[in-house]
């Protein structure tokens, strides 16, 4: 790390722990982020310790430990000062374009951590021991960052007040869907003021209709990934003023599911549409869309009940591979329509650089604030990272990658996708990849840097404390 960077970096740290509540806690922030940052192989609180002051790991450790575990400080102050001093970063390379929504998943061997039940784990694609946690991310084409982060609490842990209390959960934490955890962290992002943009989800999410039409209550558009027998009124047959779905399931007249659709449009319909993803090279599919009625039994907006269906069929498959809902606009461009669908893989590079980079992943407590706590400062530490990328070449050290890239298993197969074994369908497209003032300063090994996402980036100085 250069002097000018670590200059850069004090002053960022120095900002964000004006927000932590009391003076003394600016070092374990320092500290914390300093760790995360450095090429470790494990990024839990010992290793950390024992990076950032090596004289005196015990009580480096000890120190480190109540800071994340016990300190009462506010992840959501913390993480609104992280989106204060980035995301003007990321919009000096154009407008943020984006709210993405998701989830990643934590894989545990014991039951004792906080919300860690068998359930689905994006980094698998399958259900298995472990925690979840939603997120929201703010994007454009040149990065991302998330602004708000929490757990997922099963029902069975929201219910059972002796695991609640050991593991200190907070009392106002009852349980909650991931699709409405999603909703609320977008809701409290309308109130804070943050950088409006289309909301992107997969298909996890976009099934929930009542989601859906939360954003849109909130004024936002989406653009949603949903699954191939979801039930939309054929083109040209919207619903009748007022209508609602019968509850008792039977299909109405003009309800068809979208692949259905999809598998009758005319050739003409289909058109081989480009799009950039971030690499040297324009990334293309074949698309179609079509203007379609949502057929949920929830109660629509007027205004918003035609949206856009999106499909893509690449040639050779034998059938559509993606579908999607959209409220954008009716008279928006093909290609731009597409463009902002393909965004939401920014949320990929998210949780593989949050994992890979800064040890997101390598928490061993078991409460709910260190979960949290940890959690916010790998935000932090990836927020400098992100800032960082501008003061590096395109051609520089910093363009490629600092470790392996994360593969998936044998037999990966996300949520929500068929067998391929008996169908053609292939996988939808969710899956995350895998000094303190008092004291002298440590000699630390050279911290890491994020790989640049886009060729021809600009190389001028980062600036976070104007």
């Known amino acids: 790390m250069s002097d000018e960077a670590e200059a850069r970096f004090e002053a960022y740290a120095d900002r964000l722990a004006s927000v932590l509540g009391r003076s003394d806690r600016g070092a374990g922030l320092r500290d914390y982020c300093t760790g995360l940052m450095l090429p470790l192989d494990r990024k839990s609180i010992e290793p950390l310790a024992a990076a950032t002051s090596p004289s005196r790991v015990s009580a480096q450790h000890q120190s480190l430990m109540h800071f994340v575990s016990v300190s009462p400080w506010s992840d959501e102050k913390l993480l609104a000062k992280v989106g204060e001093l980035v995301l003007p970063v990321i919009e000096r390379h154009g407008p943020i374009e984006a709210w993405i929504i998701d989830d990643t998943g934590f894989r545990k061997k014991g039951r004792h951590s906080v919300g860690v039940a068998r359930q689905y784990c994006g980094e698998i694609g399958k259900q298995d021991n472990c925690q979840v946690a939603v997120s929201l991310s703010l994007a454009n084409a040149w990065a991302s960052l998330p602004v708000a982060f929490q757990l997922y609490l099963p029902k069975p842990w929201a219910e059972d007040a002796a695991q609640r209390s050991k593991a200190g959960v907070p009392e106002d934490v009852a349980f909650a869907t991931k699709p409405q955890i999603a909703l609320e962290q977008i809701r409290r992002g309308c109130e804070a003021g943050l950088p409006p943009g289309v909301v992107l989800m997969d298909a996890g999410y976009g099934v929930d209709a009542r989601l859906r039409l939360g954003v849109t209550a909130l004024g936002l558009s989406y653009v949603a990934g ?109 290609e731009r329509l597409v463009e902002l669908t393909k965004l939401r893989w920014r949320i990929e590079r998210d949780y593989q650089d949050l994992k890979q980079e800064v040890g997101l992943d390598h928490f061993e407590g078991r409460s709910w604030r260190g979960f949290h706590h940890h959690a916010s400062l790998s935000i932090a530490a990836y927020g400098f990272l992100i800032s960082e990328r501008e003061t590096i070449p395109p051609s520089g050290p910093g363009s490629s990658s600092n470790g392996p890239q994360a593969g998936l298993p044998d037999g990966y197969r996300p949520r929500g996708a068929a067998d391929p074994a008996r169908t053609a369908h292939p996988q939808l497209d969710r899956h995350p990849a895998t000094t303190p003032r008092s004291r002298p300063r440590q000699t630390t090994a050279a911290m890491s840097l994020l790989r640049a996402t886009t060729p021809g980036a600009d190389a001028a100085p980062t600036n976070m404390t104007q």
Do not use: N
């Open 226 to 334: 949903v699954l191939s027998d979801t039930l939309v009124f054929a083109p040209g047959h919207p619903p009748a003023a007022g209508h609602t779905r019968p509850k008792s399931g039977r299909r109405q007249r003009h309800v068809v599911g979208v692949k259905e659709i999809a598998l009758g449009l005319p050739d003409e319909a289909w058109e081989q549409v480009e799009w950039r993803e971030g690499a040297a090279e324009p990334l293309s599919g074949r698309f179609a869309r079509v203007r379609v009625c949502s057929a949920h039994r929830h109660r629509t907006l007027p205004e918003r009940s035609v949206e856009w269906l999106l499909v893509e069929w690449p040639k050779g498959q034998a059938e559509p591979t993606r579908y999607w809902l959209s409220t954008l606009p009716e008279d928006i461009a093909f």
